[in-house]
């Protein structure tokens, strides 16, 4: 070092972190290091940082030798304790010294024997360009004793400090080979002489047990990060693993300290818990530029603490991590390099960046996320932990000690070391007495795990092996598992015990009979008795268990069964037990029993002689089963199987027998057998009998008579010969057997017959045995042949066998002679059965067979044949008809009444029998049109026959008669277009049938005439294929349309057509019910037009077209808007179209709407229709702000007055606003956006003063300034409607700190206790306290102040002098006071100080600033002094226990005052809510409404529901109203038409002033005459304008002047007819005092009677005495002022004729009335709801107040306060003293005598609630206090969140006031509860 250099070092507390001032240019050549890994820069002692501490901490001396490598010099500087204190007695300047400069090698200087040593130090200097030594005499003797006892343990230290410069980076890793880096180049040796001892010497480099060597090497992987610190603070970091390895940890322990006994042996039973690798330690060790700080470290990051809920890793792997931080030089150290100032708070900071290195690169990551894989890798690949798996649950365990018996998890398998071991494996143990063999029945890991986990520890439950020798269990660690031992070792051990046990049976058959393995037997063979014999594997006879250790052998017993297994079950028949005798055997006797078929099992069982147990230790005893079957005997007995019926005769049939053997089991015929059948009456023979399961005798056939049909009952008796029981008796049923003939009757061969008639045939179907037989389908036949066309019989006999065989008639055709036919008689179905044949001879028929019809003319009779057309005059008579009839043999028959009645005609349905028995038919009317022919028919129908003879009448035209003509091709013509069709003309006769009488010459005398007939175009032709005339061509001349009637007229004759007149085709568009197109129509824009636009197509001449289906469309401008959009009409039937009323959006100005249509692809031009748009004066589109934007906002104060109005479109102020929706919002403004958060703050604008001249203006004064300074946004806000708030343009404020007030610390440091002793720890008042200046709302100010902070340290008592001093026994102490605050880095005391034992004093600092002129707060801090350091230390202790107290108390207090506000405020506010409800139900009375005490709610409801009625129904009553339309108000200042500004109740007076009025009814007023002026030129001066500011306004009546009949008061004469002044019957509905100017002038004092002769009577008296004005009468008379009357000018029409103009009706007075009532009823119902509200509120705080939590708190309160008492009584201070202290340091609650607070407190009270963070109250109480408040009032948050959910539900509800509750200024904790989630 230079000399300056060294000078600088000498300098106390001047570090690399403070230089400045003059001391700055002497380290001018200091560079900053470049950066390098672990900051390893040697830039730690650059300075000198902490030397001098160091020094005089080990000495009393130090001597600094050094010579820069450009220097001749050598600098020396001795600094020695003894030289200071002597300079201190001298009063010389202490801190001062003198710096030698000399040559190398120069040691004259050096005079002490002492310091002889360094004689040999200084000649070395001659070998060295370059040096600093520092040798350190007067070493303090503890210091001595240390280095000799614990030499290596300071080593050790050393070399952990100093780790990363002697190893380089990487540290110390001992497995890896050296190499000299530029970082690892440094060697640190220590020697240490003694006399007499051979001096110690170590390099720090060889040391290989300091923890960092130990956390290297014991390391599986390391995780490597960075961190960047706001500014150029780096920090490296890492994290080490340490694995678990088998059974162990391989975390380093400190050999320092350590934290774990040496392991001891442990019993059977010992039960160890796993602590912790790294216990309580932090991960972090911190390094500043790659030196070790010791007393800083940092417990861990959130990114690697150990998660709350299971991560990817399990919770212990995060305490087998180790770490460093290596900070750059931008981090401060303490000046003696133990701590660091500020690293962890700066590192946990939320902007502080971690990312990753990775192979030397850094990569930015999510950190959290990487850490965490990592962790979990590293977990998986080097724990060598036991893993538990196939987790089975957890359980307790009984056998153990109370507090060991559980949680205990159970599982299946463990892996371990690589190798797994499952339930049921074999293993062996080691270190037990004896060793134990078995199988691992689980595992048992002591806690409340769940699922798979790795774990150390644990233990291993074992069954014993082999479990028939050991039937126990044992528990162990798993520890003491053999991994050593193979499975197969274990498993011959046990194989060699398990060779003692039992193994087989040996089973012989002494006496035969022996039963086979799955022998078949049959039922009854016995089974031969058994011998048995128990052998082991060794094959040795043994009839007990063999011996163990733990008890007597057990004789063994064998246990014989036989069970039979069957579908139902297994069933045990037999059952024995045997014991060995000694002498004999194992014996069982033959058994002969076994009958029942089915499978068998023979079991033999080894079982215990005690328990009968077959098993023994969970081993099956030895035993044998034999299978086998019984099956059935041979047959002795037989019966008959099921039989298949019917039994025919002489069908063969089966007979199926089964057989049984002795004990009824179904058996087989295997012998040869002849059976015997035998029947009574029958003959029998059978074919064969087969053998077999299935035994049938077959064939057998039965033969004889039986009765019927349904059969005849025999007994068969069947017989086996050599059988024990060889016969049995079968009952049958035979029936008769298949058809073999046919027999008939008659049985004659020829039989004979009349044509015409059928014959009957008796037939029978008989059997081989001629039994009458019958079966399915069995239909007999008979066929004629002979004749054509003749019938077949049919009969079926399926049921009976026989049957009358006939049919229909047999009938030849034209048989004139007898005739022979054949009969064939069969049974189609039946092809075995003979047909049988018969002879008829058929003779003619005697009955009717033919009909003729004749004419007689005159003595002539003209046969009319079938079907002929006979030809007749329409209309006329057929006269004469007659008819003849004949049989087969042409032979006339006589017509007989019976005869006659089968005749029918069918054109008459009377009939005259008389003429009938003569041969004559009915007349014939022949029909009048010769297109209706007329079919007539004869018939005669009876038993034989049908005969029938018809003709056809054909009708002949007669004479002509009339004129017809028939309209072609519709009866419709367009108007202008001819007829589409023609008119055809004929000539009829009388019925109309057409004659051809037209020629082609009938056309000249053809005529045609009709009104407006058009005759131009007529052209008429002569039809001569139809004989008519046709009229094409007519058109009719343009006119009304509707019917045309037209007369056509030929010869003689004529006839009238109507054709229908429509209009043309559409040519036009017309609007319907529209004003005049011309003028342009006002519309205010956004406002519906007046009318709805609805078109009619009409033709070129006007008349409307009924076609339907035209599209109509608008067309417009795109600046004009219409809503709803504009939409394709079509027109209906009427050729119409509605297109509705449409709101208008458009610009100021005229626009125009035209309709068009399309018809047959061209477009109709509609009319265009004008538009004047005017703005709408009621439309509110923005809010206009005003205040004064110079003003400055001080927090706590108020603002300055905004001036709000509601602005319009046409730019003028809206007045008449509710001032209700008019709001002001103000909010802190954040980083998140502009827009309003839902909290914030509401206020309404004030009242309205009297000096407020501009109307429709709202105003926002002295609304409160936020108490916390910062930026803050106002928004105001217009509510449009329910959903929509206009807002103005956000106003920004800055809200600026209020005047200084006070002097407080940054963070409140705790009561200090000091002691006047030598330790400067035990002394120290202060340590870092930062003071600031705030206002009365804490926010810090002053920043601008410049001045000092005098700290004076006080008494309680004024006069007390014995009062402490400072260091340098001073009372007073000046810092500097810059930038608004003063550091004090730290106050101590002096030592040996004055001042009195346990006595409490303060150290009050008093600010003195020149520039302000107020005096400030001080702030005053106590201590407590005391003489003892023991007693301090504990005094210590009590007085943190007291600040802590203290603030507790502070809350519970705060707590309970806030529940108490907030319970007088719920009173207040039910008192409040009752007195609304009182004073609205009087106001109910008074409308004679009376509500029960009871049920009120839906008495309200049901009362407002009914007069709800009432009032709609009134409101829909037809009253008179006003059709003129009103003109669209444009702007504000236009009132309207004067016929809507007033209303008449009384029709005759609205009928006589509306007249009166009539010539003004239509004229606007407006307020201004610029309004009239723009109205007069918008409608080009055709509308009427009054402005009222033109009006002369002294010249207008008084409203309150009485009639004239009155003088002073008095009446002057008694009037008759009810006079009133007219302008008293008007009422306004708005603008009453415009209104009142307007009919004032146009009245005046005009006056309505009754009547005419009431108002001459009137004016005559009047006229006495004043002017009379004009008079009224209500029956329409009129008397000017000037007495004229009568005439028509003078008399007022009826209603009907004023066309509209009239003053409308007032809504009725009831319906006011109602809704005054209704308005009540709404009002009483809130109040009721609400009074029912709070009145639950305040009983659930007041329940609340009741809980055992609050009265729990109190008690906790009680007992605080009782103890604060006792520790300020031990530490002597003054409870009253305390007590204004800790109101002077606590949060402030302010209160009222009144329940309520006002409204200032109420505002501030939310504000603090809504616009103050968290991190303001933070700043108040600081991080360690909100901890501790935190813990205090845990559960204390429902009470507050009652209070504001109250608010928020009065505000909601709408309150007037909308205050909250909680009117305290609550301090943090209560803030922090507000804030927390609620559940």
Known sequence: ????????????????????????????????????????????????????????????????????????????????????????????????????????????????????????????????????????????????????????????????????????????????????????????????????????????????????????????????????????????????????????????????????????????????????????????????????????????????????????????????????????????????????????????????????????????????????????????????????????????????????????????????????????????????????????????????HDGEVYATGGEVQIAMEPQALYDEVRTVPIAKLDRTVAEKAVKKYVEDEMARLPDRLSVTWPEGDELLPNEVRPAGTPIGALRIEILNKKGEAMQKLPGTSHGGSKKLLVELKVILHSSSGNKEIISHISQHGGKWPYWFKKMENIQKLGNYTLKLQVVLNESNADTYAGRPLPSKAIKFSVKEGKPEKFSFGLLDLPFRVGVPFNIPLEFQDEFGHTSQLVTDIQPVLEASGLSLHYEEITKGPNCVIRGVTAKGPVNSCQGKNYNLKVTLPGLKEDSQILKIRLLPGHPRRLKVKPDSEILVIENGTAFPFQVEVLDESDNITAQPKLIVHCKFSGAPNLPVYVVDCSSSGTSILTGSAIQVQNIKKDQTLKARIEIPSCKDVAPVEKTIKLLPSSHVARLQIFSVEGQKAIQIKHQD????????????????????????????????????????????????????????????????????????????????????????????????????????????????????????????????????????????????????????????????????????????????????????????????????????????????????????????????????LCDQWDNPAPVQHVKISLTKASNLKLMPSNQQHKTDEKGRANLGVFSVFAPRGEHTLQVKAIYNKSIIEGPIIKLMILPDPEKPVRLNVKYDKDASFLAGGLFTDFMISVISEDDSIIKNINPARISMKMWKLSTSGNRPPANAETFSCNKIKDNDKEDGCFYFRDKVIPNKVGTYCIQFGFMMDKTNILNSEQVIVEVLPNQPVKLVPKIKPPTPAVSNVRSVASRTLVRDLHLSITDDYDNHTGIDLVGTIIATIKGSNEEDTDTPLFIGKVRTLEFPFVNGSAEIMSLVLAESSPGRDSTEYFIVFEPRLPLLSRTLEPYILPFMFYNDVKKQQQMAALTKEKDQLSQSIVMYKSLFEASQQLLNEMKCQVEEARLKEAQLRNELKIHNIDIPTTQQVPHIEALLKRKLSEQEELKKKPRRSCTLPNYTKGSGDVLGKIAHLAQIEDDRAAMVISWHLASDMDCVVTLTTDAARRIYDETQGRQQVLPLDSIYKKTLPDWKRSLPHFRNGKLYFKPIGDPVFARDLLTFPDNVEHCETVFGMLLGDTIILDNLDAANHYRKEVVKITHCPTLLTRDGDRIRSNGKFGGLQNKAPPMDKLRGMVFGAPVPKQCLILGEQIDLLQQYRSAVCKLDSVNKDLNSQLEYLRTPDMRKKKQELDEHEKNLKLIEEKLGMTPIRKCNDSLRHSPKVETTDCPVPPKRMRREATRQNSLHNSEDSKSQLGLATLQVLWSHTHGWWLPFWTAQDYNQNRCMRGDREKRPLVSVRMPCFLHLCFRRPRG
């Open 869 to 1096: 057309e006979v030809n007749w005059i329409a209309g006329d008579i057929m006269h004469n008809l007659i008819f003849q009839m004949y049989d087969e043999g042409e032979r006339e028959i006589n017509i007989t009444s019976a005869l006659a009645e089968k005749i029918k005609v069918n054109w008459t349905p009377e009939i005259n029998k008389e003429h009938l028995l003569q041969g004559l038919l009915p007349d014939v009317q022949v029909p009048t049109s010769v297109k209706d022919m007329r079919y007539c028919q004869v018939s005669f129908q009876d038993d034989h026959v049908s005969l029938e003879s018809a003709f056809t009448v054909r009708p002949l035209p007669d004479e002509p008669k009339h004129l017809k003509c028939e309209m072609k091709g519709g009866k419709t013509v367009q108007m202008g277009q001819e007829l589409q069709g023609e008119v055809v003309i004929i000539i009829t006769d009388q019925y109309g049938n057409q004659i051809q009488a037209f020629s082609p010459s009938s056309l000249s005398s053809l005529s045609i005439a009709g009104v407006g007939l058009d005759s131009s175009n007529l052209k008429t032709t002569f039809q001569e294929n139809t004989q008519s005339i046709s009229v094409r061509g007519i058109k009719f001349i343009p006119g009304p349309p509707g019917n045309k009637d037209l007369c056509f007229t030929w010869r003689e004759f004529s006839d009238f057509i109507r054709v229908q007149l429509i209009s043309g085709p559409p040519a036009k568009l017309l609007l319907i019910d529209w004003p005049e197109l011309k003028e342009s129509i006002p519309v205010i824009n956004g406002r519906d037009l007046q009318n709805p636009i609805i078109v009619q």
């Open 1 to 448: 070092m230079t000399s300056k250099q060294l000078n600088n070092w000498a300098v106390y507390r001047l570090s690399k972190f403070t230089r400045q001032g003059d001391f700055e240019s002497d380290h001018s050549g200091y560079v900053r290091p470049v950066p390098v890994p672990r900051s390893l820069n040697s830039d730690i002692s650059y300075f000198g940082v902490g030397g001098k501490q160091a020094v005089f901490f080990v000495g009393q001396s130090a001597r600094m030798i050094s010579k820069p490598a450009d220097s001749q010099d050598v600098h020396e500087l001795v600094l020695s304790k003894e030289d200071f204190e002597k300079k201190e007695k001298n009063k010389e300047a202490i801190y001062s010294g003198y710096i030698r400069n000399r040559k190398p090698s120069d040691s004259v200087h050096i005079t002490n024997d002492d310091e002889r040593f360094l004689h040999h130090l200084i000649i070395e200097e001659k070998e060295k360009d370059s040096f600093t030594a520092v040798v350190i005499t007067g070493v303090q003797p503890e210091h001595i004793q240390y280095l000799k006892n614990y030499f290596h343990l300071w080593t050790r230290q050393l070399a952990h400090i100093y780790h990363y410069y002697i190893h380089g980076p990487k540290g110390n890793e001992i497995r890896t080979s050296k190499e000299v880096e530029p970082f690892n180049n440094i060697d640190i040796e220590i020697s240490m002489f003694e006399k007499g001892k051979v001096p110690k010497i170590v390099n720090l480099r060889e040391i290989q047990d300091d923890m960092q060597t130990l956390y290297v090497n014991t390391a599986a992987d390391s995780f490597e990060f960075k961190a960047h610190v706001e500014g150029d603070g780096v920090v490296e970091g890492i994290i080490r693993y340490h694995p678990f390895l088998y059974d162990r940890e391989t975390y380093p322990d400190d050999p320092c300290f350590p934290s774990k006994l040496k392991d001891e042996d442990d019993e059977d039973d010992c039960f160890i818990l796993e602590k912790a690798a790294r216990g309580k330690r932090p991960i972090f060790e911190c390094f500043w530029n790659g030196r070790l700080i010791p007393y800083t470290s940092v417990e861990d990051f959130d990114w690697c603490t150990p998660p709350k809920k299971r991560g990817l890793a399990p919770i212990e792997c995060y305490n087998r991590i180790s770490g460093a931080l290596f900070t750059n030089d931008k981090f401060q150290v303490s000046t003696n390099k133990l701590t660091f100032m500020d690293l962890e708070l700066k590192l946990k900071d939320k902007n502080t960046l971690f990312t990753r290195i990775l192979n030397g690169q850094e990569q930015r990551m999510k950190i959290d996320r990487e850490f965490a894989l990592w962790l979990k890798d590293c977990h998986e690949k080097y724990d060598k932990q036991i893993k538990f798996t196939l987790f089975k649950g957890v359980i307790t365990r009984p056998d153990l000690p109370s507090k060991k018996q559980g949680p205990w998890a159970t599982y299946a398998a463990i892996e371990w070391d690589g190798k797994i071991y499952k339930a049921g494996q074999l293993v062996k143990t080691i270190k037990t007495l004896p060793l134990f063999y078995g199988s691992i029945v689980r595992f048992f890991l002591y806690g409340d």
